[in-house]
């Protein structure tokens, strides 16, 4: 069993940044490729960002692109997401996703482990 656990989550002025953090254990494959995925209140859940098992593939959101950035620290299994400039619009539960079972990473029935969440709240 893969168990992800996500922090750094809370309230931020827009303009302002948040480093989100997920830490994966259990089985050894949890150190593959990972994902972030966002749920605004009232909408379906979003791609934001994957990485791949050695970081050497990365893509993003549109609407994050430029302003997020994802990294991996394999010693600690845990995949980063450091959000700037952040806007009214970001404000939304990120999940942390692994077990990536191949196809189109933007999609999450691509993947087979969730965390539970984290709140990110932008106050404009």
């Known amino acids: 069993q893969v168990r992800l656990e996500e922090s750094g989550g809370g309230l931020v002025q827009a303009g302002g940044s948040l480093r989100l953090s997920c830490a994966a254990s259990g089985r050894t494959f949890s150190d593959g490729p990972m994902a972030w995925f966002r749920q605004a209140p009232g909408k379906e859940r979003e791609f934001v960002t994957f990485i791949s098992r050695n970081g050497d593939s990365i893509n993003y959101a549109d609407s994050v692109e430029g302003r997020f950035t994802v990294s991996k620290d394999h010693a600690k299994v845990t995949v980063y997401l450091q959000m700037n400039n952040l806007k009214a619009e970001d404000t939304a539960v990120y999940y942390c996703?692994?077990?990536?079972?191949?196809?189109?990473?933007?999609?999450?029935?691509?993947?087979?482990?969730w965390g539970q969440g984290t709140q990110v709240s932008v106050s404009s």
């Open positions: 996703a692994a077990g990536f079972r191949g196809g189109y990473n933007t999609q999450e029935r691509n993947y087979g482990y």
